[in-house]
């Protein structure tokens, strides 16, 4: 059964940070391929941060320098990072596993998701 969980939100200030992770069952965590959306209220899913399963990773260009990805082989868990929060940061964050094609602009390809986090910042 895979499964992914997402915790780590909630509500900060602007410029504050917090660390979302995201618990996966070991056949999302060994797939090809994890990555971080982002919704937020009336906009669509926007992708924020890919890593394959080599670690190289790849942020979405108004989210660099503030925002990491990483994972935990030993927890099986993913991270996001996220520094200098801005309220249009404000979205609920998913986790997504399995796609060969590791990126953050072909969200319909990965194939399983978590149920997100809310985070706030104001």
């Known amino acids: 059964h895979v499964q992914l969980v997402e915790s780590g939100g909630g509500s900060v200030q602007a410029g504050g940070s917090l660390k979302l992770s995201c618990a996966a069952s070991?056949?999302?965590?060994?797939?090809?391929?994890m990555g971080w959306f982002r919704q937020a209220p009336g906009k669509e899913r926007e992708g924020v941060a890919a890593?394959?399963?080599?670690?190289?990773?790849i942020v979405a260009d108004s989210m660099k320098g503030r925002f990491s990805i990483s994972k935990d082989k030993s927890e099986n868990t993913l991270y996001l990072q996220m520094n200098g929060l801005r309220p249009e940061d404000t979205a609920m964050y998913y986790c997504?596993?399995?796609?060969?094609?590791?990126?953050?602009?072909?969200?319909?390809?990965?194939?399983?998701w978590g149920q997100g986090t809310q985070v706030t910042v104001s």
């Open positions: 070991k056949e999302a965590f060994d797939s090809p391929c």
């Open positions: 890593i394959d399963s080599d670690g190289s990773s």
């Open positions: 997504a596993a399995d796609t060969w094609d590791c990126g953050i602009t072909n969200q319909d390809d990965y194939k399983y």
